[in-house]
Nanobody, 121 residues
Framework: QVQLGESGGGLVQAGGSLRLSCAAS????????MAWFRQAPGKEREFVAT????????DYADSVKGRFTISRDNAKNTGYLQMNSLQPEDTAVYYC??????????????WGQGTQVTVSS
């Protein structure tokens, strides 16, 4: 069993940066891929980025490629999402998830409660 908790969200101006963290409990975190998804009001939850359990493979949605960086520190049971050059369209609740490497919601077994990111223009 893995429990996930996100932090680091907040309000930022367009062009600014935020770093989200995802703290995991349980010794098995390191065997799972970790991903970030986001959900804007009135929209479906969408894939943002994922990283393999070793950290050797990453994948990004086209909308964030070159601006966001996903990483993890298995020794600390923590994953990260560095978000640069934020735009108002990045406003959403961001969720971290653990499971198997992929872009689909169904690829992930465990989910955090989400953290709000708001980007003002």
């Amino acid at each position: 069993q893995v429990q996930l908790g996100e932090s680091g969200g907040g309000l930022v101006q367009a062009g600014g940066s935020l770093r989200l963290s995802c703290a995991a409990s349980g010794r098995t975190f390191s065997i799972y891929a970790m991903a970030w998804f986001r959900q804007a009001p009135g929209k479906e939850r969408e894939f943002v980025a994922t990283i393999s359990y070793t950290g050797s493979r990453t994948d990004y949605a086209d909308s964030v490629k070159g601006r966001f960086t996903i990483s993890r520190d298995n020794a600390k049971n923590t994953g990260y999402l560095q978000m640069n050059s934020l735009q108002p369209e990045d406003t959403a609740v961001y969720y971290c998830a653990a499971g198997f490497l992929g872009r689909q919601l169904s690829d992930y077994y465990y989910w955090g409660q989400g953290t709000q990111v708001t980007v003002s223009s």
